[in-house]
């Protein structure tokens, strides 16, 4: 290793400049936030997925066009991710196998079911919540692709909270069994979204250096509390109960104190073992099969003009 290139990637990211993907960096960092990247747009590819199940049963038009331009939103912060990571030098064909082949992770939230339409408006909420919580510090992330992709993210992400709230406020301005319905689906839905912070830091084995190389701005347990904090008075809004009889302020600490997550069912799901991790996989590699027309028509197309034809 060169010891001017590696002084130039200290100072950069000591004075709070982004790494650009011409400068040299460690092969460390390379890998990390290739893993990271990855993991991430692969989660919006699957994250499709469980809210896709309702487009053709959305119970309006109003409400079937925006669950159709969220989803949409969601592959187009996949196919931006997967451009982020190119930059890195990764090969997008080989992400989507990594994928495909459970090779490469993607968040755990995707791997429960959407049982009712409540299901939608939690998952805006919950789990588009949790994840404006995990990255808007992202968008000052040290490698300058990624942080530029998370601001326009974080945008929509902002749009689908927001959507997932109103269809809540609207179902529990509604009938008994709607406000039922909203309930259950908050109580599936609550702890699932704490386990997407991660592993408590003590256990997380990435956070340590990705905090020093300036990836990451907070671990996973102060991301986890900010969002816990955030919830509690929109619950109380909503007029819901989050389902932990733990739950509650701690004047001392400034925050809401609350009950252990499940970690054996996060490892459990991590590992391929959740509710549809294996559904949510199949689906994608149909996907991917029934689209290799596509790909070869497009290669094909791309060849013909390069051989200099008009057409
Ligand atoms: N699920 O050492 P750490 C969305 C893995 S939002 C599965 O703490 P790190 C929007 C981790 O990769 C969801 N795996 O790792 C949307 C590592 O694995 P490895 C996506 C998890 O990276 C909404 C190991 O455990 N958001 O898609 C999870 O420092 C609605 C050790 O963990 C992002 O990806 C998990 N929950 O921190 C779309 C945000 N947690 O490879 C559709 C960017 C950890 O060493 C609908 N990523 N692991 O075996 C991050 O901020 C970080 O990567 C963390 C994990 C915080 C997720």
Not at 201 to 221: C, E, G, L, P, V
Request: glycine share 8%.
């Amino acid at each position: 290793s060169d010891p001017d290139l590696e002084g130039q990637f200290e100072s950069t990211i000591a004075r709070d400049q982004r790494i650009e993907p011409r400068d040299w960096v460690p092969a460390d960092y390379r890998k990390t936030m290739i893993r990271m990247i990855a993991q991430h747009a692969h989660s919006e590819i699957i994250g499709m997925q469980p809210e896709g199940n309702w487009i053709t049963r959305a119970p309006s038009l109003r409400r079937k066009a925006i669950l159709l331009a969220k989803v949409q939103d969601e592959a187009g912060h996949g196919l931006y991710l997967y451009s982020a990571a190119e930059t890195l030098g990764a090969d997008r064909t080989e992400l989507t196998e990594n994928l495909i082949e459970g090779k490469q992770k993607y968040s755990s939230i995707f791997n429960y079911p959407t049982l009712t339409f409540a299901d939608v408006g939690v998952i805006g909420w919950l789990v588009d919540g949790a994840a404006i919580c995990n990255q808007v510090p992202l968008c000052r992330s040290s490698y300058g692709p990624y942080a530029r992709a998370m601001i326009r993210i974080c945008k929509e992400e902002s749009f689908h909270q927001r959507q997932g709230y109103e269809l809540l406020l609207t179902m529990m301005k509604g009938t008994p069994a709607q406000r039922k319905m909203v309930q259950e689906a908050t109580d599936r839905w609550w702890w699932p979204s704490l386990m997407m912070f991660g592993p408590p830091d003590a256990d997380s084995s990435h956070t340590a250096q990705s905090m020093a190389w300036k990836i990451k701005r907070h671990t996973n347990d102060e991301l986890r509390q900010r969002f816990v904090d955030m919830s509690v008075p929109q619950a109380e809004a909503l007029g819901v109960t989050l389902p932990d009889p733990e739950l509650k302020w701690n004047a001392e600490r400034g925050h809401h104190d609350f009950g252990e997550i499940d970690w054996s069912e996060f490892k459990a799901v991590v590992s391929g073992n959740g509710p549809c991790n294996a559904q949510r996989t199949a689906h994608r590699k149909k996907a991917h099969e029934q689209g290799a027309w596509v790909r070869e028509a497009a290669a094909a197309y791309a060849a013909k003009r390069a051989g200099g034809d008009d057409d």
